[in-house]
Structure formats: structure tokens, C-alpha cells
């Protein structure tokens, strides 16, 4: 088999019989793509990269002073040494309060058209503000955030040279952020340099792993293209957590989700679990459903799943093995996932080709900080 230009079985199957648009809430240019390198970073016309705009947002990555009391910043949950997320399960909060997800990593998020574990962003420069600001995670204030930002001569001095602002202005900083954020990428794994023609790249168990991958294991129906995602949305049963359940600070975020999402007054006070999709949509249909995550960098990136249900590739390969699981809204449970009946070797051999994903860490240091002076 030429692995570079094996199509999905679904990508194969759509392209044969066009699905109606309204059978899926997914558009059909959301067609599965075969796997293959991860080609140029897509840039947005109205804010190109330049080398002092990427060196401005990594000082603004970094900065706790954009959020409400200046002390957390976005490498806080988004550390380097935790694969660009937050090691525990659920992610840490804005303080006195924990989050409601698991964290995410930036790695590669540059080449994603749908943002967050639902797709509520559709491009950096959209979910940077939504991160800063919400409540449980930067809290942070727009005017409030500019202030300092103009209080802090570096940054203003950087702001006026880079987007022209006489006074800082926190669209500026989302832009600046977004564009430290599209050099956080990773396109020389040894699954990159396979596909670019080194069949040395991968070791031969790797390659079953891979045989495994697009076959028995049918991983390809959702994890395709170069970012091993179809972004589109599944419920697969991941079971939630019953520590979570039992821990007041997590119910009590979970319960102002369900506030600020606009849910029904008896869902608020009853709904035991993450919903996921139906935030957005409403539609009862879309209960539990999540978006298909890329799956590079996931060697740095455990624990997995939107509630970190599983931490490490041998607890996540038994869960597929099984079919998958049940969970509060197991009637949307895609009928995708089957056992897969795979032996002992090939749950190795699959893991190994996941470590294939990763590549070398991407490490970097907390850069040093421009200090706050009164205006001149
Ligand atoms: C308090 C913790 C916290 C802070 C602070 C935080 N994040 Fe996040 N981030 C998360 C969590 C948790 C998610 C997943 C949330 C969800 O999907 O509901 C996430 C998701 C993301 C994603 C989406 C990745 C993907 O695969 O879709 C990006 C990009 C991101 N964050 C960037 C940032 C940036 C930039 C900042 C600073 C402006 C920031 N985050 C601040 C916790 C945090
Ligand atoms: C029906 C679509 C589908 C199939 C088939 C599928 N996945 Fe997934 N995968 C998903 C979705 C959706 C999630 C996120 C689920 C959640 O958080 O509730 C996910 C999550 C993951 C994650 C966690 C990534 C992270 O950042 O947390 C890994 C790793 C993974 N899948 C690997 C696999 C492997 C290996 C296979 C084949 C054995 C496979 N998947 C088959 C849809 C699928």
C-alpha cells in the first residue's frame, strides 16, 4: 500500500455519494483529506508575520499582566514543560476557581479552522480575547488590560513601531499573540519526514502501527489530513470523572457554564455531565459530542480527552479497543467506534506509531519581562 495517497475510507465514500448538507451539522468542505506532512502555516491576510510581531506576543504569552489580577498569564496553562498545556485532567483556573476543560495544547493549533474542544473560535486572533477574558480562565478586562499595557514604556514603544497605536490597543496584543503562536509548530516529526518520502523515518513497528492506524483500527475515520483531524464532532462515550463529580470547586464552575451558556433552569441544576457540543447548538443531538483533536505533540500532551479521562496511550488504546464507553449522553454515541479486537503487539504497535506524532519538545525559557513606569 503507498501510504501517501491512501484516502480515508469516509474521505473515499464521500467523494462517491455527496452527502447532503443537512444529513450533517459538518459542511462538505469539511471532507476527510488524506494523512500526510504538514504543509506552510496559513496566515491571515490582515495580520502578516514579522519577526518583531512574534517577539512582542511572546512577551504577551508570557505576561500575567493580561488578565484580571495580573497573575495569570497564558503559558501559566499553557506551560512548554506540560506540552504546551496543563498537566492535570481538568486545567488550572483564574485563582479560586478551577477550569471546567482539559487544556489544550498550542502546538500546531495555527493550522486548526475550529478552536477549543467545540469549536467556539474559528482563529487565534478570535480566542486569544476569549482566553483573556473569561472568567475561569484569564478574567481579564479589555480597557484595564490596555492601561497596563500602555504603562509599560517596552510595550508601548514595541505597539507604536509593529501596528502604529498611539496608545496600546488590546486587538494589537490578540494579533501579536496569535502570531508568536503560528511559529509554535512542529513539522519534523519522524511521521513528517515518512511522508515526505524517508522510510526510514518510522521503525518497522511504527509502520505497523500505522498499517493499524488506516485498517483495524480504523483511527483514520476521524484523525485524517495532515493534523490528524477531520474537526468534526463525535460523542464516544469518554466517562466523566467521579472525582470531578465529588469536588465543589469543579461543580461550581460547571454549574456557571451551564449559566453563562444559556441552558434550561432544570439542565442547570441537574446535568451531571459535560455536554460539549449542545452549548452551542441547542440541538439535543449534539449531547457530548466534541471535536476531533489533531493528534501531534500528544506524546507532551497527557492526560487526554476534554476531562483528561485517560493518561497515557496504553489506557486510551484499551478504551477504543473496547468501542469506546458509556456516558450521561450515551444516545449520541457514535456507532463508528466497535471493539476492535487488536492483540497486545498491536496496541504497542499502535502507541508506537502515536510517539511518531511528537518529535523532539519544543522547550523555551520564561522571557525576561519589561517592568511598569509612569507615562513620560
Ligand atoms: C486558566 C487556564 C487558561 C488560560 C489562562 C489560557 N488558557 Fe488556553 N485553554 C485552556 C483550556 C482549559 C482550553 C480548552 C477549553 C475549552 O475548549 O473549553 C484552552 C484552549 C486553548 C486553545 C485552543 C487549542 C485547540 O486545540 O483548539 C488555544 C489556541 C489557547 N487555549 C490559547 C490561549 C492563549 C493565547 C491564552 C492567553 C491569552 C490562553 N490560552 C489562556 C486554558 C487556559
Ligand atoms: C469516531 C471518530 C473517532 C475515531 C474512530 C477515533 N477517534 Fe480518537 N478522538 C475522537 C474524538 C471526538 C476525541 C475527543 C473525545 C472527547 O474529548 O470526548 C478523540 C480523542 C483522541 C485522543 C486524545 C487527544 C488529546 O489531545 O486529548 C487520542 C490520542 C486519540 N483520539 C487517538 C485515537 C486512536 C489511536 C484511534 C484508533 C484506535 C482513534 N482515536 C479513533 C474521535 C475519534
Known sequence: ???????????????????????????????????????????????????????????????????????VSCADCHAPKQGWGFADPISRGYPGAIHWRNSQTVVNAAYLGKLF????????????????????????????????????????????????????RISSAWKAIAAFERTLIHD???????????????????????????????CIECHNGPLLTDQKYYNLGVPRAEAWL?????????????????????????IKDDAGLYYRTKQ??????????????????????????FFDFGELIEFYNQGGGTNEFSANKTKLLKPLNLSDEEKENLAAF???????????QTPKLPPYAPLD
Open 117 to 168: 474542544w467545540v469549536g467556539a473560535a474559528k482563529s487565534l486572533e478570535a480566542q486569544a480575547p476569549s482566553a483573556a477574558k473569561g472568567a475561569v480562565s484569564g478574567n481579564g478586562e479589555a480597557d484595564m488590560m490596555e492601561a497596563r499595557l500602555a504603562f509599560i514604556p517596552e510595550y508601548a514603544k514595541q505597539f507604536r513601531a509593529i501596528f502604529g497605536d498611539r496608545w496600546p
Open 246 to 270: 465529588n469536588s465543589g470547586l469543579a461543580q461550581i464552575t460547571f454549574r456557571y457554564e451551564q449559566y453563562a451558556k444559556g441552558v434550561t433552569e432544570d439542565m442547570y441544576r441537574t
Open 188 to 218: 519534523q516529526t519522524p511521521f513528517d519526514k515518512f511522508m515526505r518520502g524517508d522510510k526510514t523515518a518510522l521503525s518497522a513497528e511504527q509502520q505497523r502501527g500505522l498499517k493499524l492506524f488506516q485498517g483495524k483500527a480504523n
Open 1 to 71: 500500500m503507498n501510504f501517501l495517497t491512501t484516502i480515508s475510507r469516509a474521505g473515499f465514500l464521500a467523494s462517491i455519494f455527496l452527502v447532503p448538507a443537512f444529513l450533517s451539522s459538518n459542511a462538505l468542505a469539511d471532507q476527510n483529506l488524506p494523512l500526510a506532512a504538514l504543509g506552510a502555516v496559513p496566515v491571515p491576510a490582515d495580520n502578516p508575520q514579522t519577526s518583531a510581531k512574534v517577539a512582542l506576543g511572546k512577551l504577551l504569552f508570557f505576561d500575567p499582566r493580561l488578565g484580571g489580577d495580573a497573575s
Open 284 to 309: 439535543k443531538r449534539d449531547k457530548g459530542k466534541f471535536r476531533t483533536p489533531p493528534l501531534r505533540y500528544t506524546a507532551y500532551s497527557a492526560p487526554f480527552m476534554h476531562n483528561g479521562s
Open 354 to 364: 502515536l510517539e511518531s506524532l511528537s518529535g523532539e519538545e519544543i522547550k523555551m
